[in-house]
């Protein structure tokens, strides 16, 4: 039996972003984890994060994978100092990620966050959450790469067995 883990990301990815989610799943089988997700096919017409949640209290953990679904060439941010134009590209994720990961945390569930080059703002932002925010998994690995991605994952997976079995809240 394997254990469910909650996977937030988008459903329409380019080749090599499916090439590194399929390498994020091998890594989750391989540790007897087996990926769920809605995709955007799956949530219903009304209350979809409902639906998220009742979903998410069955798994034992989360994975957040912040992929690039969309850029902008200039970005105008409006603050209390007025406004400021960030140029040059500016990636965002898709905004499921964020509420996702909302949901996940709030139900305690261990996370593992990554997110490709470029993408950054809410749990994607270094030291808003206790997790360490890792940067994408290339596919295909080399040999100097597979080694601290399997450490992230077995650090992880400790965590999602002390909530599986319930020695942690």
């Not at 972003?17 to 799956?42: H, K, N």
Request: aromatic share 10%.
């Amino acid at each position: 039996m394997r254990i469910s883990i909650f996977v937030s990301r988008p459903t329409n990815l380019s080749p090599s972003q499916r090439q590194s989610l399929e390498l994020v799943f091998r890594q989750l089988r391989s540790l007897q984890l087996e990926p769920v997700a809605l995709g955007s096919s799956d949530y219903p017409d009304e209350f979809p994060l409902r639906e998220v949640h009742v979903l998410a209290r069955h798994c034992s953990g989360g994975v957040i994978l912040g992929f690039e679904q969309y850029s902008a060439k200039a970005v105008t941010k409006v603050g209390a100092n007025g406004r400021r134009v960030m140029k040059g590209s500016v990636s965002f994720p898709t905004p499921w990620n964020q509420l996702e990961a909302g949901i996940l945390f709030g139900l305690g569930l261990p996370l593992v966050i990554f997110r490709e080059e470029g993408i950054r703002g809410g749990v994607f932002d270094e030291g808003v959450t206790d997790v360490f925010v890792h940067s994408m998994p290339p596919s295909p690995l080399t040999a100097t790469e597979r080694r601290p991605l399997k450490e992230v994952f077995l650090k992880w997976h400790a965590k999602v067995l002390d909530r599986y079995y319930g020695r942690s809240a």
